[in-house]
Structure formats: C-alpha cells, structure tokens
C-alpha cells in the first residue's frame, strides 16, 4: 500500500492510533487526517480531573499535539476540517474548511471512519440555555472550566449517574459547589448490578452530593440569575451550572448515507478486521460496535481503550496487515470520590435479560462476597465486594464487578483476563495468583468469590 | 469415606485447608491432625511484620486456634505431637507425644503429609550460637522478637537477600537497626532476572541498608559482647543479632523412609488428584513437588498459595471428591520498603536454562519496558517496570516480572491468568482490560509491553 493515500476522519484515540501504525508499517504512504475540532489525541478520560483541580493544566492533558503529528510522526493532521460526505464509488470524501466554509474532494485508496460518539441530547427543553453543559471534547472541558473560573457558580445540576457524572460530581465538590445529580433510573451507576452500588452510593452522599434516582427531568428553565431544573419526582432543583450527562449516541449519519451496513445497536458494523461492509473503507472507535465475548453478538460500549486497540487493528490492515479484533468485554474502572468501581462481561441483569443463558436467564448464576482486600490484621485493610457472574450449567465465568476502597483496579482485569480464557469459576479457584499480607489473601477475593460460585456449578 | 479416620501430618496451610475440607465435606469423617509445634493456621507470611512493628500482636497472625478448630470444626488437632513414622503396609503412623516423651500407633484410612519445609541450615560454622536465628514458624517469630525486646540488639546481619531477607530487613530497620544482607548471588532477589533488580536495591540501600552480593559467609563467631559475620569478600561484619534466610528445604524424610516416590527436586511426588505413589496417602503443601505450567514438568515452588489450595484439593479427594490441582506458576509479590516486586512464571534465565525453548535457549524472548503505572499527568504517577519473557516462536507468554513503587501487586496476577490460559503476547495486547486515569492507561503497561514484545514473535 505504499505511495497511496489513506484518509482518516477524526483524529482522537482510533483515528491516531491507526494513522501512527499506517506511518509506522508503511512509511510512503500519505495519511491524512481529517478533524472538525482544533485538537487531536487528548485524553478525554481525563478531563474532570482538570476540571476539579487533580491536574493542573489542560495542556497536560494533550497526548499529541497537532505539531508533533505532523512532524514527528509524518501524519497530515488538518484540523478544523469537516467531512461532509463519503462517495463509496468514486471513492473520495468532501471535506468542508470551517475556517472560510470552502469545500473540496478528497481521494483515497483505504478510508477510515473514526468520528467518534456524541452526547446524548435527551429530549428536554431548555438544553441550549446559557450554564447547561455536556462534556465530550476537550472544547465543552474548556467551556466549563472558563465557566466556573468566571462566574463562580455555587450549584451544580448533573443529570445523568453514570461514570461521567460520578467523575463531575467529584470535580465540582474539589471546587466546593454544591452538587446535585438527577438519575432517571433506580440507582447511580446503571450498568452494575444493584448490591454492587448500595455503598458506593452512600459514599457519595456522604461527600456532600444530593443524589435522585428515579427521577426525570422534564425542562431546564431560565430563573434569574442561575437555573432552575425541573422534575416530575423531585421537584424543581435550583442550579448555577447543569451538565447533561446522558450518556452518548454513535455518530454513524456518514456511514449510514454512504450506504454501510449499520448494527443493530445503530452503530456501524465492522469485521473483526475493523472493515466495513465497503472493502475499502474501515471504521473504529466510538462510531462502531464490536463483537461482545461473552454475549457472542455485537455490542456497542464506547471506551477509549477498545478506541485505541480498534485503531491500532484498522491501521495495521490498511497498511497490508492482517491483525484481528478478538471483541470486547466493556471492562471499565471508575474512581467514585474515594471509591473505585469496576466491570467486566455482563452483569447479572444483564446476563438474565440477553436470552443467551436460559429463556428465563435461568441459568445465570451469582455469588457475592465482601472480604478484606489485603491481610485483615494489615493496617488501612479496607473491605472490598466482589460479585461474579457465571453460567451454572459449566461454570463459565460471564461477568465481575468489584467495589472497594482499594484494591480493586487491577483485580478486575484477572477477571476479564479469565473470561477471555473462557474458565470457569473452577478455574479462577485455581490460578496461581501472587500473595503477601500487604497486598492479598492466600486465596485473592477474587478466588473466594469464585469458590463460592462453585457451589451452585451444575446444581 | 463416612465414620473413616483420617490423618493429617501438619497443622498449618495445608493441612488444615484438607482437615477443613473433608469435614465440610464429610462431616462423620474422625479427622485428626498431628503437629509437632504449638500453633496451627497462622499467617507464616505476616511474621516479618509483627516484627517490624506494623501489625501488633502475634495473636493477630492466628488464622485458626485449636480451641476454633476443635470445637467450631470438629478436627481433632493434638498439638506437641510428632508423627515419626509412618507404615503403608498396615497403614498406621506412630506418634510420639512431645510432653512426656511417650508414642503410640494411630490407624488411619487415608493419610496427609503436610509437613512443610524446614530452614536451610547452609555449612556455616556458629549457626547454633545465641542470637543466630532462623524464620520459618510462629516460635521462630516469638523468638526473634523477645530478643529484640529483651536484648536491644543495633546491628543485624541477614543471610540471604531473598523475599524473607528482604522483608526482615525492612522489619529490622523500622526497629531503628543497623542493618547488613549478604548474598551468596551476585543480586538479591536471585528468583528475578538482573535488570528487574537494580532500581529495588539502590531503593533498599537507600533505606540504609548495606548489601553485600557475591559474598559468602564462612563462619559466624562469637565477638563478645555480640557476633561477627565472617565473609570471604566482605571481611568481618559485627552484629548483635544474625538472621540466616538461605531459603528451606522440603521435609520429605518420613515419605521417603515410608518408601514414597520422591520427586527429582527432592520433594514429594503426587499426581495432580495429590495422591503420593501410595494410594492411600495424599501429600500438599511445602513438602511437595507441583507441576509448573511453563516448563511442563514438576518444580518444588514453596509457597503458602499452592499449599492452601493442594490441602484443599487432597482434602476433596480424600473425602471422596475428585479434585485436580492444575499446576503452577510460583506467582509471588513482596514489598521491599517502598517497592514491589511480583514475578510469575519463567524468567528470562530460567527460560533459557531450562533447555524446553531451545537447546541454548534460542527461542525465549524477552521485552522490559517502563511506564507510568497511572496516567502521566496523575499525580503521584510512579514509574513501572514491566518484562514479560516469551516463546518467539509463537508468542506464548511464558513468564512476566514487574517492579515498582505502585501498581505491581495485582498486575502480576493478569500474567499469570494469561499464561494460565497459555496466551501469546499478540492475545495480552488485545485484552479488553480496565483504564481509567487514576489507575492505568489505555493500553495497560502490561499491553505496552506485550506489544513491545510482539515485534519479536515470528523472527
């Protein structure tokens, strides 16, 4: 593929990624890289920790800058760059110059499609007033950063109990506001199973933030000088500052108007080969779903490290290779104030609703346990649950969350790292895993949970 | 197996894990176990720090009483007894009772070694001298300390720079010690390769201790009012109080005398259901030998892991279960001061010496990266360092060290899972692992350097 012309639309986690590995393979080939904002490659992960005061400068939250792109990694890095249309035929995109609103046509050999996720816009009035905020890009970062430096906002509104709103409601009470979050569903952190999130929401109460589950927001309205959020369940809800985290939508109107196959989660559709239904046109990141490893059906969770590996995958086979994507687990870790929460494969929840484990889900098995994470005589032990999620018929393991104080970041990647193995809860018992008293039990939590599943494998 | 009389040989880990086992599982099973020494079930691992001072009481180290065992239980623990030998033929064991010197004949039906390990006791001359002291059991500990407090000892002189070396070091220094270690290998920590070492004992030096590699001690000697350490490259080293941490040795003299199969590494052979060549007679624990998953043959790894889960593997077993024991990997973690040091697996010169990935070992690769263990711009990121040793031919990954101030502990525990699974480093770089900034990157440090090592598969 060399002396060929790749394009790229976007330029975050998947788009760079794939542009530095076609660089890095195929050093003749022409990479451009189209990106409607002014950044590339920054770590949105990051954003509620500048935001809060944790890091002290945006910048530092830059993993690439435009300049680097271009000069030590050769890539054609455009920004403020809109790509408007893909013509699958001809095989060209038309790019849009928002600086003067000019257009032009772009050819290409091999396309990537890495146009991300955009927040959800939940159907309430008043999502434009002046102080109502989502947080996607380092912009909308920088817009409530630039808001709360000048105009001191004491009351903060978050609708959405998600990661997002958890890691702001921590930002806003680093900076002292008052910090309300409106959930529309029974409990915060919607995509754990219920016990798992029992102490962690109480944890949040107690740092000071007003939590509403159950609750729906039907308008924001103008009510000088600040806000006012309005709920059916929880009355209406003064505010300085309102962000709207809803969650997010792939953004999949390119793909789908150039005729690519969508999935059914309304994502685009990839091989395993990060390829289009379009032989030349591949896509990554937030914009795509991936197979799911334990659901064995395409899934779409937006993370940013399915982004880079997604990335990594299309590049490399742009450049000629022939890398696969295995799928996804939707392993995730949040900090929670000073707790840390953390997923892997399905929950139970969700295990019983997919169908895939009895009609009922009824052979969806679970065991919780709560144990010290380290030795129980060690000083600062803290109690850690854990909760696996597992087939009984055979006892593979299909899930684990984790919530604890410490110790548990790293301990859900075994358990991700077993799924993917596809061992049972007999294996897990059985992994020869590290202990010494300041760090783990002779049988780590993980395996203790595992050993009580084992009772009911097969019963 | 109801209304049988089991017997049990050793009260610690795995004895006591089988003793619980079968009367969980078999609740008319008479289980007696025999130990010669006054406690059972104690945190043999958490001794260094009583020591040291961070855990405060030895009572605290007490997993199990006998008092508990007898009566919430029901396991005939008789404590002061020794089992001195033991006849297959009419399948009985003599005892004698350390209180009045007396023995008797107890039946069993099926019997369990678990006799553990015993300190080396290298060819020094003096090892026997007051104040010399070795660390293996909860009276060894006692004795320590009751020096320590009694005596006021300044200067410690440790034998042996491996985990218990390194460990007591850190005790002996927070008790305000001089400290000296002296190590017959050219590194402490001889169970990693070289490069994993070196930042940990400029920390431990840093830490004011003195270490002496490459030294071997010839005698220990009387120096009134304290000792000296007599080394053939060191000189002449005064100390108060002399530690000899030179490793243990299985305690395989009654399986031996009873005619058992005895492994090439000198512990006791057992299958993997840890039967002995006896049929009726299981062994776990320190005193034998386990398969390694890597080098696909058997190893004497003594560690409280494996004894845990070999005691309950024998126990199911011997109540009429049927339980495998998989293998091993020798995963293990200690914390050197600030540090943490974990390895699982084959290292590097373990790879290339065992002869299994090439006659010279042409086939191991190896790749060492450093990376932050969180996200750069977090504060207090740490640098962590990460080797993952491997099979060039295919990618398998067949062992992996990591070394830092933060983030090692349970991310040893995701090699061990992978090699386990008998993963390759392409299938560890695209594991769905947990990010978020406060704990990791979006390629774990253990992907980056999975990826690093991917370059090398194939060539």
Redesign the interface.
Known sequence: MSSSTMVIIGGD?AGMSAASKIRRECPDTHVIVFEKGEHISY?A??MP?WIGG??DSDR??LVLTVDAARKRRGIDVRTHHEVVAIDPVRREVTVRQLGDGTSFQQPYDLLLIATGASPARPPIPGLDLPGVFTLRSLSHAQQIYHFLESRQPRRAVIIGGGYIGLEMAEAFRDRELEVTVVEMLPQILPNFDPEMVEEVAAHVQQQGVTIHTGTRVTAIQQDNPGLAVVTEEAGTLPADLVLVATGVRPNGELARQAGLRMGQTGAIWVDDHMRTSDEHIYAAGDCVEHYH?VLEENAWIP???????GGRVAGENMAGGDAR???????????VFDY?V?V?GVTEQAARASGKFGEQGEWVGSAVITNDDK?G???GAEPLKVKLVFDRRDGRVLGGQLAGKA?V??????V???I??R?TVA?V????????????H???PVQICANVALRDVGR
Do not use: E, H, Q
């Open positions: 986690a770590s992960c990051g920790y944790v890091v530092r939250l490893l993370l940013a490290t399915s982004a880079n590996k994507f295995p799928g996804i687990l939707g392993t995730a870790v949040v900090k840390t953390a892997t030795a005589y060690w000083p110790g970041n790293k301990r859900i990647d075994i991700a790292t077993a993917t193995a061992m294996d018992g059985m992994l020869d895993l590290s202990y010494a008293p300041p760090y783990s002779p049988y780590d």
